[in-house]
Nanobody
Framework: QVQLVESGGGLVQPGGSLRLSCAASGSIFSIYDMGWYRQAPGKQREFVARITSDGITNYAGSLKGRFTISRDNAKNTVYLQMNSLKPEDTAVYYC??????????WGQGTQVTVSS
């Protein structure tokens, strides 16, 4: 089992940047595929980015080029660097961990608000 704690959210102006962090504990972090999802008010949770245990990344098409996912296995942490933020990026951002056997875990989420 793994516990996930997100941090780094906040209020940022359009065009600004934020880096989200997700710290994992309780299991062998390096074997998990890690991802970020987000949920805007009144909308369904949507995929943002993913990084496999081997470091392979993929992104939601509309976000590629602005968002970058990375991981530091020594720190049991996955990051989401978000640049050129837009008001439509406003959402609660959730960290996700998927065990090789398929079980998934979620963090509590961190709020990102993009507004002037």
């Amino acid at each position: 089992q793994v516990q996930l704690v997100e941090s780094g959210g906040g209020l940022v102006q359009p065009g600004g940047s934020l880096r989200l962090s997700c710290a994992a504990s309780g299991s062998i972090f390096s074997i998990y595929d890690m991802g970020w999802y987000r949920q805007a008010p009144g909308k369904q949770r949507e995929f943002v980015a993913r990084i496999t245990s081997d470091g392979i990344t993929n992104y939601a098409g509309s976000l590629k080029g602005r968002f970058t996912i990375s991981r530091d296995n020594a720190k049991n942490t996955v990051y989401l660097q978000m640049n050129s933020l837009k008001p439509e990026d406003t959402a609660v951002y959730y960290c996700n961990a998927e065990h090789p056997r398929g079980r998934e875990y979620w963090g509590q989420g961190t709020q990102v608000t993009v507004s002037s």
